[in-house]
């Protein structure tokens, strides 16, 4: 990006001359694209769902389990299952790191779970020690006047707790239902780039309460169609249950986070049966698995956190995993995607670069201008203005390419960040792509492969030390230097694909060099 960034782009002599009469279209062009930018930041924060701040809720009681516990395996999951609560949620499918063995694990420590049970004032319901009798797999609890079932399935990563329950007694009862997910206070996952925290979907509205947020107030939704629960950078747990009128809520108490959601009584008929269906899904943030489980639970598709620029995270993440597929390797794909997506922008950096040329034959007529004009501001302004005119190219035009690289850098690096499979994805020495390089090999390589494509980019040093083009450059030589030190601590497939990005921009410029006149 460096050399968009010097004097030959133009930015330094479009800042000389902002004062010319007529405006570009250009810069209307700007104008317009920072006014959208805004309104779609305060239109994101005035939709945002409405919450309720919560000045005390009830103590939810966490107390250790006495039921029997058992343990349901399938091919993506296995889970513990104990009375009304399910922990110690395996993800068989994905291990620890890239040198462990062990499977990632949700709700694996104490007092964390999900817990689906029901509450009346008309009759005893089973409690947290209740212990159900099994019968051809099914869950089942008696009292006088009632018959409790529960059958327990999974699909994928989506697990489905359908109760049945059968009055026996000649009156209507009520039983509402109730979710409640209970999750450590430990912010060892949190991540700055990152959505991470309480997640509520609530009327057609996803809302994401931070950690920082959870710990200093509580907060409560309204929905008759929700799903709520927490994410974390590359996992999730989140709870929707199919009953009507709930209100949810997000709190912290001690050393846990609590989301729960309680529902409207349902009525069940004088000897009359209901069925209640809760889905909890335990699984990766990845958009396939997300996309399945959004059948059974509503919003869930839009906690795939994309950033700002979803329109270019979004497809580039399929794109270097459809590369991959084709590849094998995560390292090869994002180099391939690197070369697409500089061939797609090939046009608009060459018109740069040939821009770039004409103003370094430019810059003995600008130095003349500019010393004979110095102590005349206007006159200078539109004598330069002339200068550009007789060499038709424009001090702006070579800023464009590095406004379309600014949304595709941030894109990525968020593309990155998320995707669950670059988690432990090699390539050559570096065993993590989503992690800085352990060596700091590839961030050398980025800096070195910069300075040489600012060198071979920038013109001949003017003895003159007051020029200001000297000036700008003595100034951007530093800044190789400065994007290696930023760059060391990056995402290593990032500065893969910066690097990648330098030396093919490097071969575009000799290539433009030897086949324009």
Same mark, same amino acid.
């Given at each position: 990006?460096?050399?968009?960034?010097?004097?030959?782009?133009?930015? /330094?002599?479009?800042?000389?001359?902002?004062?010319?009469?007529?405006?570009?279209?250009?810069?209307?062009?700007?104008?317009?694209?920072?006014?959208?930018?805004?309104?779609?930041? %305060?239109?994101?924060?005035?939709?945002?769902?409405?919450?309720?701040? %919560?000045?005390?809720?009830?103590? *939810?009681?966490?107390?250790?389990?006495?039921?029997?516990?058992?343990?349901?395996?399938?091919?993506?999951?296995?889970?513990?299952?104990?009375?009304? &609560?399910?922990? $110690?949620?395996?993800?068989? #499918? +994905?291990?620890?790191?890239?040198?462990?063995?062990?499977?990632?694990?949700?709700?694996? #420590?104490? $007092?964390?779970?999900?817990?689906?049970?029901?509450?009346?004032?008309?009759?005893?319901?089973?409690?947290?020690?209740?212990? !159900?009798?099994?019968?051809?797999?099914?869950? +089942?609890?008696?009292?006088?006047?009632?018959?409790?079932?529960?059958?327990?399935?999974?699909?994928?990563?989506?697990?489905?707790?359908?109760?049945?329950?059968?009055?026996? @007694? $000649? +009156?209507?009862? /009520?039983?509402?239902?109730?979710?409640?997910?209970?999750?450590?206070?430990?912010? =060892?996952?949190?991540?700055?780039?990152?959505? @991470?925290?309480?997640?509520?979907?609530?009327?057609?509205?996803?809302?994401?309460?931070?950690?920082?947020?959870?710990?200093?107030?509580?907060?409560?939704?309204?929905?008759? =169609?929700?799903?709520?629960?927490?994410?974390?950078?590359?996992?999730?747990?989140?709870?929707?249950?199919?009953?009507?009128?709930?209100?949810?809520?997000?709190?912290?108490?001690?050393?846990?986070?609590?989301?729960?959601?309680?529902?409207?009584?349902?009525?069940?008929?004088?000897?009359?049966?209901?069925?209640?269906?809760?889905?909890?899904?335990?699984?990766? &943030?990845?958009?396939?698995?997300?996309?399945?489980?959004?059948? /059974?639970?509503?919003?869930?598709?839009?906690?795939?956190?994309?950033?700002?620029? !979803?329109?270019?995270?979004?497809?580039?993440?399929?794109?270097?995993?459809?590369?991959?597929?084709?590849?094998?390797?995560?390292? *090869?794909?994002?180099?391939?995607?690197?070369?697409?997506?500089?061939?797609?922008?090939?046009?608009?950096?060459?018109?740069?670069?040939?821009?770039?040329?004409?103003?370094?034959?430019?810059?003995?007529?600008?130095?003349?201008?500019?010393?004979?004009?110095?102590?005349?501001?206007?006159?200078?302004?539109?004598?330069?203005?002339?200068?550009?005119?007789?060499?038709?190219?424009?001090?702006?035009?070579?800023?464009?390419?590095?406004? %379309?690289?600014?949304?595709?850098?941030?894109?990525?690096?968020?593309?990155?960040?998320?995707?669950?499979?670059?988690?432990?994805?090699?390539?050559? !020495?570096?065993?993590?792509?989503?992690?800085?390089?352990?060596?700091?090999?590839?961030?050398?390589?980025?800096?070195?492969?910069? !300075?040489?494509?600012?060198?071979?980019?920038?013109?001949?040093?003017?003895? $003159?030390?007051?020029?200001?083009?000297?000036?700008?450059?003595?100034?951007?030589?530093?800044?190789?230097?400065?994007? @290696?030190?930023?760059?060391?601590?990056?995402?290593?497939?990032?500065?893969?694909?910066?690097?990648?990005?330098?030396?093919?921009?490097?071969?575009?410029?000799?290539?433009?060099?030897? @086949?324009?006149?």
């Amino acid at each position: 990006m460096v050399q968009y960034m010097d004097n030959q782009s133009g930015f /330094n002599q479009w800042r000389q001359m902002n004062a010319a009469k007529k405006p570009s279209k250009f810069s209307g062009f700007m104008w317009w694209l920072l006014l959208f930018l805004f309104a779609w930041w %305060i239109m994101g924060v005035w939709f945002k769902p409405q919450t309720t701040e %919560i000045k005390e809720v009830a103590p *939810i009681s966490i107390e250790q389990s006495k039921a029997t516990k058992r343990n349901l395996v399938n091919e993506d999951v296995s889970f513990d299952v104990q009375g009304l &609560r399910i922990s $110690n949620v395996s993800l068989n #499918k +994905h291990k620890k790191d890239s040198k462990s063995e062990e499977h990632v694990s949700l709700l694996d #420590k104490e $007092n964390n779970f999900v817990e689906i049970g029901y509450v009346s004032s008309d009759i005893v319901v089973p409690n947290i020690n209740t212990h !159900w009798e099994m019968k051809s797999g099914e869950m +089942h609890w008696d009292n006088p006047s009632v018959h409790f079932a529960r059958k327990i399935s999974v699909n994928g990563y989506v697990i489905n707790v359908t109760d049945i329950i059968k009055n026996k @007694t $000649n +009156h209507e009862i /009520n039983v509402a239902p109730y979710v409640q997910i209970t999750q450590n206070a430990d912010n =060892n996952s949190a991540s700055a780039a990152v959505e @991470t925290g309480g997640v509520v979907y609530a009327n057609s509205n996803l809302d994401y309460v931070n950690w920082n947020k959870l710990n200093k107030k509580s907060f409560a939704y309204s929905s008759v =169609n929700a799903s709520f629960g927490f994410a974390e950078q590359y996992w999730e747990t989140i709870a929707a249950m199919d009953a009507k009128d709930q209100t949810i809520s997000l709190k912290k108490s001690g050393d846990l986070y609590f989301a729960q959601t309680n529902a409207a009584p349902v009525k069940v008929a004088a000897k009359g049966t209901s069925e209640i269906n809760t889905y909890v899904f335990a699984g990766p &943030r990845q958009s396939d698995v997300l996309n399945a489980a959004s059948q /059974n639970i509503p919003g869930i598709s839009k906690t795939m956190d994309y950033g700002w620029f !979803w329109f270019f995270a979004q497809p580039m993440l399929w794109m270097i995993n459809w590369l991959y597929v084709l590849v094998g390797n995560y390292g *090869i794909a994002i180099i391939l995607m690197t070369l697409i997506l500089r061939l797609l922008i090939w046009p608009l950096t060459r018109k740069s670069y040939v821009s770039t040329m004409a103003m370094q034959r430019m810059q003995p007529e600008l130095q003349r201008v500019q010393k004979l004009y110095a102590n005349d501001k206007a006159r200078l302004q539109i004598e330069m203005m002339k200068v550009y005119q007789t060499h038709k190219t424009s001090p702006m035009s070579g800023c464009l390419p590095m406004l %379309i690289q600014i949304p595709i850098f941030f894109a990525l690096y968020k593309a990155l960040l998320i995707s669950v499979p670059m988690r432990s994805a090699h390539f050559l !020495w570096v065993s993590d792509l989503a992690v800085m390089d352990p060596y700091f090999i590839l961030p050398i390589l980025m800096g070195a492969t910069m !300075w040489l494509q600012q060198y071979l980019q920038s013109p001949k040093q003017t003895s $003159n030390t007051n020029d200001i083009t000297a000036s700008t450059q003595r100034a951007m030589k530093w800044m190789p230097l400065l994007f @290696t030190i930023m760059f060391a601590w990056m995402p290593a497939g990032l500065v893969l694909y910066w690097t990648v990005s330098n030396l093919f921009g490097i071969l575009q410029m000799y290539i433009i060099k030897k @086949t324009t006149k």
